[in-house]
């Protein structure tokens, strides 16, 4: 017999915190998971959370779906992005606004106590989860968008990972993997300041006028322009939790962190934190005046960066950015590493990276290995054509004298 969830709300006190019960009925038993509220928090304890969830679970504690919030403004860069790229760091600095790294790929978000974050840690393939990662994101995704249909507000998962309202988003997504235990999270627009978030990002005007967009407006919507009014984020809450439980087939038991759990992230914070996190992809100097190439791919952007030693003729260093997803995240480093010291010539880049594919299977939504050649061979071409038209240390010099 099939069987309705709904959460209760239990009042705890003052405020609009709550605990959200799944009531019993029928004769099936659900898998029992984690539900865990975490209040609002800074971007780093948010981030560092994240990764003792992962750990968490790896040594066999127990699956969670975990509400969120920020105490802070913050920026946050994908996994897999430069911050010089991505985010206007002398705004920031000026008006407070955090800068942080998320352990998820995709593009970078700009968050403020307003919103609200959910996501869930769990074994890959777990209840009633798909193994496949675009059919993951699709059951979770559709989830928060029937949770927002509850309301009102005709919000839809529109694949790769974005959920929309009438063409607008309202709702990014994405994920990330460690030995088969995943985190997939997502962030829900309950009020927004776009003109604010604008002068935060580094978002080209090309990026909005791919998909025929003059303004971010046209672009971004959020439940209180939908609404006309802000809706409770206590009830928000629970329709979303109500809504994921019922996607996954799981019931929710309120519970806090372990003692474990608390160590764990007293000590991983000040990783999360530091400025070496959240630059850990950042471009060496030396790469200022190097080749580049972009690709819009299904999957996401995907930007790359190329400088090659001259005198050898081979890749001198590749950086790999963009929003997209990859799994397990060491994929992009590690093809960066096979590409470093290659011969420069097409060739051996295209079988290089054609090798890479069939030894890792790597799992990057959206874009496949063709799709991740184009850029590459691209800024391998401009690379090429720049080194012939520049001479070389002593040809300079000999110019010079003469």
């Known amino acids: 017999m099939s069987k309705r969830r709904r959460f209760l709300g239990v009042s ?77 760091e002398g705004f920031c600095s000026a008006e407070g606004i955090v800068i942080g790294r998320r352990l998820t790929g995709g593009g970078t978000i700009y968050l403020d106590q307003s919103q609200l974050g959910w996501e869930v840690c769990a074994a890959r393939g777990e209840a009633g989860l798909p193994t496949r990662v675009e059919d993951l994101y699709a059951t979770l995704g559709g989830a928060v968008a029937r949770a927002l249909n509850d309301w009102g507000v005709p919000a839809r998962f529109r694949p790769l990972n974005d959920l929309e309202v009438n063409g607008k988003k309202i709702s990014g ?14 962030t829900l627009l309950v009020r927004s300041d776009v003109e ?82 959240v630059h850990r992809v950042s471009l060496p100097a030396g790469m200022a005046g190097s080749a580049e190439a972009r690709h819009r791919a299904d999957g996401g952007l995907i930007h790359v960066r190329l400088s090659l030693d001259r005198r050898r003729n081979r890749i001198r260093y590749v950086s790999i950015t963009g929003d997209f997803f990859a799994y397990p995240p060491r994929v992009i480093p590690d093809l ?5 010291a290659s011969p420069a010539t097409a060739d051996e880049v295209r079988s290089r990276v054609e090798a890479f594919w069939d030894r890792s299977s790597p799992q990057i939504p959206g874009i496949g290995v063709r799709q991740m050649l184009i850029p590459l061979l691209r800024a391998l071409e401009r690379a090429n054509v720049a080194a012939v038209r520049k001479p070389s240390k002593g040809a300079q010099r000999a110019l010079r004298r003469s």
């Not at 997504?173 to 997502?186: I, P, R, Y």
């Not at 009014?229 to 309120?254: C, F, N, Q, Y």
Request: aromatic share 6%; net charge neutral.
């Open 12 to 88: 705890h006190g003052s405020g609009e915190r709550r605990a959200f019960l799944p009531s019993r009925g029928g004769d099936s038993v659900s898998p029992t998971w984690r539900f865990l509220d975490s209040g609002a928090r800074t971007a780093a304890e948010n981030v560092a959370l994240d990764h003792v969830l992962i750990r968490s679970r790896l040594r066999g504690g127990p699956s969670t779906l975990r509400l969120l919030q920020f105490s802070q403004e913050c920026c946050l860069v994908g996994y897999h992005q430069a911050v010089e790229v991505e985010v206007e």
């Open 173 to 186: 997504t994405g994920g990330t993997e460690e030995t088969g235990v995943f985190l997939f999270q997502g």
């Open 196 to 277: 604010r978030m604008m002068r935060c990002l580094r978002v080209p005007a090309a990026k909005l006028q791919e998909k025929g967009l003059l303004h971010a407006k046209d672009r971004i919507t959020s439940l209180e322009f939908e609404l006309g009014t802000t809706p409770l984020m206590s009830e928000l809450k629970a329709k979303v939790a109500s809504r994921l439980a019922e996607a996954i087939g799981v019931e929710l038991v309120p519970a806090g962190l372990s003692g474990w759990e608390r160590t764990a992230l007293r000590r991983a914070l000040p990783t999360f934190a530091a400025t070496e996190w």
């Open 336 to 340: 960066e590493a096979a590409l470093t």
